[in-house]
């Protein structure tokens, strides 16, 4: 596979930053985060195998970059016990539903960057006989689809590790609702780009 020198700097970036999290992590005696390492590591591998057929924009990969370290740097304690993730960063809701937290607005990023994710991969099947209402639909469940397959690994962090930070039915709802927000941002996001002239969707 055949990167530029641009895509070779997100790469290279991140390779640079895991080492650093994975000590943290290490240090800590946080296990579950290096379950999330993993799985990182293995997104990053299935994206670098479908780079050479999908073609993602550099933004997209930059995004995917951002979205990585937000979410390692969640899983570092800042007091004992405590990780960012559950930091509350704005408290507009208080307990049980603890709005808004570091961990909502990672969901929401994350998701609208997944959601941007599926765009690239679908949008040489778009043509202009669909409406950006269907489009923006099918995109944002697949957005969805994936912050499910997210939630599903999370609920197997919770039955392999013996201390885990995923919260309870409250916090995985939450986790769902911040998704779907980040997936219509996308959907918006996309739609936006269009009307200002960038051609997203095949004329045939």
Not at 20 to 40: P, R, S
Not at 60 to 67: F, R
Not at 72 to 83: D, K, R, S
Not at 182 to 192: H, S, V, Y
Request: charged share 10%.
């Amino acid at each position: 596979m055949i990167l530029s020198k641009k895509e070779w700097s997100v790469l290279g970036l991140f390779t640079a930053t895991l080492p650093l999290f994975i000590i943290a992590f290490i240090v800590q005696n946080n296990y579950e985060f290096m379950g999330y390492v993993v799985v990182t590591l293995a997104l990053f591998g299935l994206l670098l195998y479908s780079h050479k057929y999908v073609q993602y924009p550099l933004y997209v990969l930059w995004c995917l970059l951002v979205w990585a370290i937000l979410h390692m740097l969640g899983g570092v304690e800042f007091a004992p016990g405590e990780v960012i993730y559950t930091f509350v960063i704005c408290p507009i809701i208080s307990e049980p539903y603890s709005i808004l937290k570091y961990d909502q607005v990672v969901h929401a990023y994350g998701f609208f960057v997944a959601t941007l994710v599926m765009f690239s991969v679908l949008h040489r099947y778009l043509v202009v006989r669909f409406s950006w209402t269907a489009v923006g639909i099918v995109l944002a469940m697949a957005g969805l689809g994936l912050g499910a397959l997210n939630e599903i690994i999370e609920f197997g962090m919770t039955i392999t590790m013996p201390r885990t930070n995923v919260g309870g039915y409250e916090n995985t709802a939450l986790d769902l609702v911040f998704n779907l927000v980040g997936a219509i941002a996308a959907a918006l996001f996309l739609r936006w780009k269009e009307l200002k002239g960038v051609k997203l969707i095949n004329k045939d």
